[in-house]
């Protein structure tokens, strides 16, 4: 059984750090894509961080270059998302998301999300 399952979100006052964790079961981590996805409050989908199966491929969203750095741990089969200088505007529902591309179709799931949010 495929489990994404997310911790780590919370209360951060802004300009503080907070690190949101995913750990992964159920499929082989290292052939996949891994990424954190965002809703805020009434907002859409906003694709925050990708890490590709070569750690060293990355990809953030303008809104966090500089301030978020994805990792992932092979040994945990885990994913981070370590976020720093938070904004107010950060404040979402952040979802791990693993995908895959197999003979032309996408294998993809989805974590429950966490909270996060940044108030004073």
């Known amino acids: 059984q495929v489990q994404l399952v997310e911790s780590g979100g919370g209360l951060v006052q802004p300009g503080g750090s907070l690190r949101v964790s995913c750990a992964a079961s159920g499929f082989t981590f290292i052939d996949y894509h891994l990424a954190w996805v965002r809703q805020a409050p009434g907002k859409g989908l906003e694709w925050v961080s990708r890490i590709s199966t070569d750690p060293s491929d990355t990809y953030y969203a303008d809104s966090v270059k500089g301030r978020f750095i994805i990792s992932r741990e092979y040994d945990k089969h885990a994913v981070n998302l370590q976020m720093n200088s938070l904004k107010p505007e950060d404040t979402a529902v952040y979802y791990c998301?693993?995908?895959?591309?197999?003979?032309?179709?996408?294998?993809?799931?989805w974590g429950q999300g966490t909270q996060v949010t940044v108030a004073s």
């Open positions: 998301f693993a995908d895959l591309l197999v003979g032309g179709s996408w294998s993809s799931y």
